[in-house]
């Protein structure tokens, strides 16, 4: 059984960076892509970054592109998502999923197992 925990959310400011991590158990895990999800309050939940199973491939989206880096550590089962200069509605709670696959999809569907989130809020 594959069991993901989100850690690092918080509380803080605009302009202020902040890394969250999550901590994967189960075999395989270098086998599968992984991403970092986030909803937020009366919004669907949306795919914001992803990285390959080999971390050799990177996609983020439009909203973060350029202030988000995700990154793995296989040897250790681990994905982070180191956050710089956020915004306000950067604030939501940020999920952590494995993909069915090596390769990054964009969409919920293509991912199997999910964490419980962290929340991140950003204030003004």
């Known amino acids: ?6 850690s690092g959310g918080g509380l803080v400011q605009a302009g202020d960076s902040l890394k969250v991590s ?7 895990f270098s ?4 991403a970092w999800f986030r909803q937020a309050p009366g919004k669907e939940r949306e795919f914001a970054a992803g990285i390959s199973a080999s971390g050799g491939r990177t ?3 439009d909203s973060v592109k350029g202030r988000f880096t995700i990154s793995r550590d296989n040897a250790k089962n681990m994905v982070y998502l180191q956050m710089n200069s956020l915004k306000p509605e950067d604030t939501a709670v940020y999920y952590c999923a494995r993909g069915r696959a090596r390769t990054v999809a964009g969409s919920l569907s293509e991912y199997e197992y999910w964490g419980q989130g962290t929340q991140v809020t950003v204030s003004s």
């Open 1 to 6: 059984q594959v069991q993901l925990v989100e």
């Open 22 to 28: 999550c901590a994967a158990s189960g075999r395989i």
């Open 31 to 34: 086998s599968y892509s992984m």
């Open 59 to 61: 996609y983020y989206a």
